[in-house]
């Protein structure tokens, strides 16, 4: 299970005294915990893989934000929580098997656009950024 590989993390990341790995997983753990309250349940891998990735979007978009103000201290803290976050991640699927997989699903459903990212992200979920799917299908198959 990986909540509980990410709490066994954790008991490492104590006794080796890593203040900043603690910090990242105590966050997660956090994250993971309101994510239960919100289901009143525990979460399976699938759901915390979710959890994960929506927080590896908050970082890369604070990347983004901190790089164009300059803030670079700020920007190299959230890579290093991204690198961490992603080691929790399933392997991600590279461009050219998303742009297969995106091409075969438009020659089989005819849709294009939003409809065909649509379609797309519903088979690919957990397995690419939907910044990737979108910006693919946008250039190969526009609306």
Known sequence: MLYSQIKADMVEAQK???VR????????LTEIGY???DKQSELNDEEIIKV????????????EVYEKAGAVERADQEKYELEEI???LPKMMDEEEVLSVIKAEAETSGVR????MGLVMGKLRGKVDGSV????????FPG
């Open 16 to 18: 080796a005294k890593d």
């Open 21 to 28: 790995l603690l910090g990242v997983i105590r966050l997660l």
């Open 35 to 37: 994510a239960q309250v």
């Open 52 to 63: 994960l990735m929506k927080e590896q979007k908050k970082r890369r978009e604070s990347i």
């Open 86 to 88: 992603q080691k929790y």
């Open 113 to 116: 656009g939003g409809r065909l």
């Open 133 to 140: 799917v979108n910006r693919l299908v946008s250039k190969n």
